[in-house]
């Protein structure tokens, strides 16, 4: 899910005004809350308390809003694209068209936790369901940004299936990089960087 802010100001992080001047900020205590919403996603429940990603990008470029204004998106991880009910037994509907604004207000109540007065700076918002995500780009398949698992079996030579790691395609000299091959989502240019790097060898 993804839930994208207007401010009139960046968050006033508890933990300390430098966190003002990060492009992320990581909301996940520890790993108990972490498998803890794994294992409810993974049951078909919309999660007590998602793991989540704070872009903050006019901490870094003021110019992504107008003057003395700001922009935040929380990318709202680990959720199932259907489910089956609320692990917090508050929420109730079928579908996230039903209540995706519905989680969004608990995605910010557990913003507030950590920067209190954010909802007071809120000047707009756009929320994105798992199925938003993909009608938008149906590469994200289930509203998937990390192009599929990183489990065991999605790593090394089985990513993105066996017989085509090592970034190789079924067409001769056409490689592929990106989230769906080694090593993954969540590093940059990782996999670029060592094809480019096997390319010149």
Known sequence: MMIHLALSGLPDWTAGKALQNFAYVHIAPDLEMMS?????????LL???????VGQPTAIDPSRAPSGQHVL?????????Q?????????TGAD?????DAYAE???DIIERYAPGLRSKILGRSVFSPIDLERENPNLVGGDNLSGSHHLDQNFLFRPVAGYSRYK???GSLFMCGASTWPGAGTGAGSGFMLGKMLAK
Request: hydrophobic letters at 50%.
């Open 169 to 171: 395609t079924p067409v």
């Open 36 to 44: 803890r919403v794994y294992a409810e996603a993974m049951g078909g």
């Open 83 to 91: 489910f089956r009910g609320d692990a917090a037994d508050e929420i």
């Open 96 to 100: 996230w068209d039903g209540i995706k």
């Open 106 to 108: 608990r995605v910010l």
């Open 47 to 53: 999660p007590v308390e998602p793991a989540l990603v």
């Open 73 to 81: 998106w929380i990318q709202v991880r680990v959720l199932p694209a």
